[in-house]
């Protein structure tokens, strides 16, 4: 007899919500369906009733003022008191008034895992990593209508709620009890709306940490969407779980001309000179609240000491040839040469550049003279960290190579690094013998189960692949310091460097801190199939922290012309790395997946960097850093847009 | 025009005071150029310098509390047991085999007396994680609240020494309490190497099997598919063994190095070659292996019938071996296969270390303090001479044939040019409008026996008489004559009683001629130790010496040439020096004090074409262009002579990729 109950509810379920959907389909001004089970019906479900006019225009971007402390979906800005409007209808069909119970979930479902596992059909154990939420004061579990007369009319129920960081509370994001929301941003990419409503007495049955999902079971959070679309819940007679067909598209997309602030702790708080700073740089009230952008100092390893010729050049513009190259790399005596690490900024603000007007940010490496042999890097950082998205920026980077093919020593890095902090920020756990403590050790480096280290990189040089294995390395011929003959010590290169002269290397890298776990974790050159590409991982031995891919594309299509895109999608399974003259025209260069390599999961930073790299951290490299000369002249780059979404 | 010369620059003899002329010496023996390879001289000497003053950022274990240097130490703490410090392997340590010493510097600080900090010397062989040498001794903290310098030294042992040791120095902290260290300053001393190649001549090697010249077991050499010409090593019908190249380490290198690299391009004609390219030494006696690397085409692909290139990199146990091993790079067909290889390319080693002793610069300098340059001392700073025209009326001369400079017409100005050629002197004078030298004079044939190739010249005022010489020596029998240029003809102003020493117009680098302490212009060289010159005192040439100070020869060396002038209203001295590099720098000698100011190149040639990079570089200096600035006429031509020494070539050699040229330079912008 229960069954038949059962089988009757369902069908007559079916053949309401297939109805409505007809009926829903018919009439524009309706939102979704009618939903009906035993004791109510639900109608005009409308989670952003105050947000989306226009069903077509269903993007809100990231609200970078006051964000500091992490994002608020909306911002005071964007709705009248910074929340969406949740609206709905309901119908009491029961035999007496009573009240009904509601709670509205969000959940992102660009960057998530699949609820259910594939195979065992049980909850995935991933999608606790989702990121969903509710009502921010997690406390409040299902909220109560009043109660509502079987009068056989729908009563509209209003509620608001808003999308924030840390949604489930948790605790790990907290710091001397206060909850960092900003250590947990929302994730960029679409979101969906699940309107959950029960009786009373199905509210009885749904677990306390699916009420309220800052509680975990078995020490796992328990993913809604699981519990109400393929669990338990899905089997409640008078609860219904709706998933909105209205969804919101989530983009951050940061004003570059709203400043680049200056954190003391790049500098590791010790004076320094604040001399350049300015309206537009430095640390002021408005900066600090508002600028998305903070100059980036690299790290500088005090191992890569290099012994560089004493020449200062503008390779890009004085013609500098691989003849200038040969000769410098032949006659030049080491007492001559200039002992140096590479530089960074030491007056912030000097070489970063925060334009309001064109809302673009510059860089420039700073030229140099004598007595003064810097080789410096500059770059920016993002303030707001993201899990996840599809970053893409609208840059024009400096050209690397000069007209001869010679390589001004510079590498074009667009990349994302964690956000650090430590256990917060801990990846997830590497089930195979655990990450390499730090990115920085030998192989001889302890493992440990988690770390908090991720990077995901672009950096373009001149540099020649590691794949097919049969090409590398070149061979490249000694030369001969006989300035008697001219073919003793301007030795060409290898042809299978000059036949690719006006191309730069486009290196893409996953730093997954030597995971075993990926199932076909490989060393050397690996081949990984994706949209009808293939793609040689190189990974150089079992400890190494990073594997890369390598693409040889044009210089001057990259960076000669007015501007050029450059994208890392960042998925939970995957990285692709693209590139395109237009967002409509990218085109892939990397494809790496769960099956090669760890994908972080951990909050991470956007950085663009005109840096200088040790050359031996490049084997084949067909130019040394420290054969090439110091910078004559500042070398500008410039930033024109950052989209993540 | 006569250049004016300052009472100043008396003092250096070796200077040319007047135009010289610095290329005829075809007659000339090269003995004066020591070409052979000498052996290596060792100098101890600093190998390695690291200042650690704590200034570095990102580092958590620094503090600003209090310093003896920059804006802040490093502290040690209850925390922190063990502090920054120095970790290197040897064989990234420069010469590391030449280790003997290293000495530390550190500065520490407490406010408290400490019992137990120690500063540490460890040498790990970090494969096997096993510590070779350990060394702790405390550190002084007496009195407190005050920086007290430590200093240690200890020898480094040979038997130390390996590459993959490693060599940590650290402060210990055993009873973890709390005090400073800043400005740690590591020195390691040691013998190096100076000056002289470890490779021979050729490390490079290429095979395309058009012959078997130097090839081992060249069976399966054979005209058919190739790469390039028409022969290569076809390995069909299941052929496992190809030839080999089998080369003494001698042949190549001085001693053992470190890798061998090879290519070669391989034409499989069935699928799934198995081709491995190997390199070996074996010991002869024994017979056994030292080592054998191979790298196959196994795992790569490699389509049939398209030819696809193996590159390889061997690495080569250097210390396993004597420079009397062999290597032997082989092709072997291991999957016997049908497959057709060629062109073969083996480097043996990697390229030499650069000459020189390491540099003193220390390491932050540049980026804490103003750089302060020491005398004489490198890096110099850099200043170009440009590029104001080219000379096609010359081209019939090359770096080969005699040309002087000087005033030797009355009426002009500036500076003429004397060109001999085919027993013809020809005056050329730079026309400023068109940027041009032209022909104004040539000597008839009855003045032929003055210009006799056999003769060198040189250009000066000898006899002071206020007009400019022309001297002519018979490089034959030393026999001169001074010739003047008076009414459109050549005279011959003195001739000679007594014949010059060979060991004079034997001198190749007797290129200059200077004023002296009589004011009069003599002819200089320099040997290394003194400048020489040889003054015309009443129709006798007379040898002075000048030795070279000590401070002085870092700027003065043997062979160099000298090119005297005004350069933007002062007077300089350009000296260039070819026997390694083209060498040219701007000496100022003020209070009598040689000084190096500036190392010089060329700007605004075409392409590449820098005259540095040529093989026979001639300079001719002068007021051409202006009467106030010295220009330099840049003869720049390469020599198809095998063996071409740098001063006597016989084929001049017009390279497309570096034609011959003649330009003229001045230190105007």
Not at chain 2, 101 to 117: M, Q, T, V
Not at chain 2, 351 to 371: C, D, H, I, V
Request: with cysteine.
């Amino acid at each position: 007899m229960k069954n038949n109950n059962t089988y009757s509810s369902i069908v007559f379920f079916l053949l309401t919500v297939i109805a409505a959907g007809l009926f829903s389909c018919s009439n524009g001004s309706q939102n979704g369906p009618t939903l009906s089970c035993e004791k109510f019906s639900l109608n005009n479900v409308d989670p952003l009733s105050n947000y989306q006019k226009d069903s077509l225009d269903n993007h809100i971007y990231l609200d970078y003022n006051n964000a500091v402390e992490g994002f608020s979906v909306p911002s005071i800005a964007q709705t009248k008191d910074g929340k969406f409007e949740l609206s709905f209808e309901i119908k009491n069909t029961g035999t007496a008034p009573q009240k009904f119970y509601y709670k509205i979930y969000y959940q992102n479902e660009r960057y998530k895992f699949p609820e259910i596992d594939s195979v065992s059909k049980n909850e995935n154990p991933l999608a606790e990593e989702n990121f969903y939420g509710s009502w921010e004061e997690t406390g409040i579990a299902f909220k109560s209508t009043t109660a509502i007369a079987n009068d056989d009319e729908y009563h509209t129920i209003t509620d608001k709620f808003r999308i924030v960081g840390n949604p489930r509370n948790d605790q790990r994001y907290f710091s001397n009890g206060k909850n960092d929301r900003w250590k947990r941003n929302p994730r960029v990419g679409e979101y969906k709306f699940m309107l959950v409503v029960c009786t009373e007495d199905d509210l009885k049955t749904i677990p306390t940490e699916v009420q309220d999902i800052s509680k975990k079971s078995k020490d796992h959070f328990v993913n809604p969407y699981y519990f109400f679309n393929y669990g338990k819940g899905k089997g409640l007679k008078n609860t219904i779980a709706y998933t909105s067909e209205k969804s919101l598209l989530v983009v951050a997309k940061p004003n570059l001309g709203a400043g680049i602030y200056i954190n003391d702790m790049s500098f590791n708080g010790k004076e320094y000179d604040k001399s350049y700073f300015c309206a537009t740089c430095g640390q002021d009230s408005n900066i600090y609240k508002n600028a998305p952008i903070q100059q980036f100092i690299n790290y500088v390893d005090a191992s890569t000491k290099m012994e560089n010729i004493p020449v200062i050049a503008d390779i890009l513009k004085d013609n500098y040839s691989k003849t200038d190259y040969n000769w410098n790399k032949s006659f030049y005596k080491k007492e001559e040469l200039i002992p140096t690490l590479i530089q960074t900024a030491k007056h912030p603000c000097q070489t970063v550049f925060s334009d309001p007007k064109e809302n673009k940010i510059v860089i420039k490496n700073p030229g140099t003279k004598y007595g003064e042999w810097k080789k410096e890097s500059v770059g920016i950082i993002t303030r707001h960290g993201f899990t996840y998205g599809k970053y893409r920026v609208k840059v024009k980077l400096t050209e690397l190579l000069n007209k001869n093919g010679v390589w001004n020593g510079l590498t074009n890095a667009i990349w994302l690094i964690t956000q650090g902090g430590g256990e917060w920020n801990f990846r997830r756990s590497c089930n195979k013998e655990g990450y390499m403590a730090s990115y920085w050790g030998g192989k001889d480096d302890k493992r440990v189960a988690a770390v908090d280290y991720s990077e995901i990189d672009f950096e373009i040089l001149k540099t020649p692949p590691y794949c097919p294995d049969n090409e590398f390395p070149p061979v490249f011929k000694n030369p001969n310091d006989n300035n008697k003959n001219i073919n003793s010590w301007n030795i060409p290169m290898p042809d299978d460097i000059t036949k690719n002269d006006d191309n730069i290397t486009v290196a893409c890298t996953n730093w997954d801190m030597a995971c075993w776990e990926p199932k076909n974790f490989g060393v050397g050159c690996n081949p990984i199939e994706h949209k009808g590409q293939t793609y040689y991982t190189h990974r150089w031995d079992h400890w190494y922290r990073a594997i890369t891919e390598k693409k040889e594309e044009k210089d001057d299509e990259l960076f000669a012309g007015e501007y050029y895109y450059f994208e890392i999608d960042w998925r939970p399974t995957e990285i692709i790395w693209r590139i395109g003259p237009s967002p409509d025209k990218m085109r892939e260069v990397g494809y790496m997946n769960e099956t090669v390599t760890s994908i972080p999961n951990n909050q991470m930073l956007l950085i663009i960097t005109q840096e200088y790299h040790n050359t031996q951290w490049w084997p084949g490299a067909p130019y040394s850093q420290d054969n090439l000369p110091f910078p004559l002249n500042d070398i500008p780059g410039e930033i024109y847009e950052l989209v993540i979404e | 025009m006569k250049l004016r010369i300052l009472t100043r620059y008396l003092f250096l003899f070796a200077i040319p005071l007047s135009i010289s002329c610095n290329s005829n010496h075809e007659g000339a023996s090269s003995s004066a150029v020591n070409l052979t390879p000498k052996k290596d001289s060792l100098v101890f000497t600093n190998l390695y310098h690291e200042l650690q003053d704590m200034e570095m950022l990102n580092d958590p274990r620094l503090s600003t509390e209090c310093f003896a240097s920059g804006k802040q130490s490093h502290k040690l703490s209850k925390d922190l047991e063990y502090s920054i410090g120095f970790n290197k392997l040897f064989q990234d340590i420069p010469s590391y085999q030449g280790i003997q010493k290293i000495s530390i510097g550190l500065k520490s600080y407490s406010k408290n007396k400490i019992k137990d900090a120690v500063l540490v010397v460890s040498i790990d062989n970090a494969k096997e994680q096993k510590n070779i040498l350990w060394e702790g001794k405390p550190l002084l903290f007496e009195p407190p609240n005050n920086w007290n310098n430590n200093s240690f030294s200890y020898d480094i042992k040979p038997e130390f020494i390996s590459p993959g040791n490693s060599i940590s120095v650290y402060v210990w902290n055993k009873t973890k309490e709390e005090f400073y260290i800043d400005d740690l300053v590591i020195d390691i001393f040691g013998n190096t190497k100076v000056a002289n190649d470890v490779l021979v001549s050729n490390s490079n090697f290429f095979f395309d099997f058009e012959t078997t010249e130097g090839i081992v077991g060249p069976e399966n050499i054979k005209a058919t598919t190739a790469h390039s010409g028409k022969q290569a090593i076809d390995m069909s019908d299941g052929k496992e063994y190809g030839p080999s190249i089998v080369k003494t380490i001698s042949e190549i290198a001085t001693e053992p190095f470190k890798k061998v690299s090879a290519s070669v391009w391989v034409y499989p004609t069935q699928e799934k070659p198995n081709l491995v390219l190997t390199a070996s030494s074996i010991n002869e006696q024994s017979r056994e292996a030292i080592f054998w690397e191979g790298k196959s085409t196994e795992n790569s692909i490699f389509p049939i019938n398209t030819w696809t290139k193996l590159n390889a990199s061997f690495n080569v146990p250097s210390e396993k071996l004597t420079a009397d091993n062999k290597i032997q790079i082989n092709i072997w067909n291991k999957g016997k296969t049908g497959v057709i290889v060629d062109d073969l390319e083996i480097v043996y080693g990697t390229p030499n270390e650069r000459k020189g002793l390491p540099s003193a610069l220390e390491l932050n300098t540049q980026y804490e303090k103003e750089f302060t340059p020491i005398k004489n001392t490198p890096p110099f700073d850099v200043h170009y001479l440009n590029k104001k025209g080219s000379s096609n009326a010359l081209t019939e001369y090359t770096s080969k044939d005699p040309i002087v400079s000087g005033n030797f017409i009355a009426s002009s100005k500036t500076d003429e040019l004397v060109c001999i050629k085919n027993k013809t002197a020809r005056i050329y004078s730079f026309n400023a409008i068109k940027k041009e030298f032209e022909k104004i004079a040539e000597s008839n044939t009855n003045e032929s026996s003055l210009f006799d190739p056999v003769n060198i010249y040189f250009s000066g005022d000898y006899n002071s008489d206020g007009k400019q010489d022309l001297l002519c020596i018979n490089t034959t029998n030393g026999t001169w004559q001074i010739l003047n240029y008076l009414n459109n003809k050549w005279q011959i102003g003195i001739t000679g009683k007594n014949s010059l020493k060979e060991n004079w117009y034997k001198q190749h680098a007797f290129v200059s001629s200077g004023k002296t302490f009589t004011d009069k212009d003599a002819l200089i060289f320099n040997n290394g130790k003194a400048h020489i010159t040889l003054q015309l005192i009443n129709g006798e040439w007379q040898e002075k010496m000048i030795n070279i100070t000590a401070s002085a020869q870092t700027v003065f060396h043997a062979n160099d040439l000298y090119y005297t002038g005004s350069i933007a209203g002062s007077k300089h001295t350009l000296v260039l020096n070819k026997d390694w590099r083209f060498d040219l720098k701007l000496i100022s000698a003020e209070n009598n004090d040689p000084t190096i100011r500036y190392m010089i190149d060329f700007k605004g040639y075409e392409a590449d074409h820098n005259p540095k990079y040529y093989e026979f570089t001639k300079l001719v200096s002068g007021n051409f262009y202006s009467e106030k600035d010295l220009s330099l006429l840049v003869f720049s031509f390469n020599c198809a002579d095998n063996n071409f020494d740098g001063i006597k070539c016989t084929s001049i050699e017009n390279n497309k990729q570096f034609p011959n040229k003649i330009e003229l330079y001045t230190f105007e912008k």
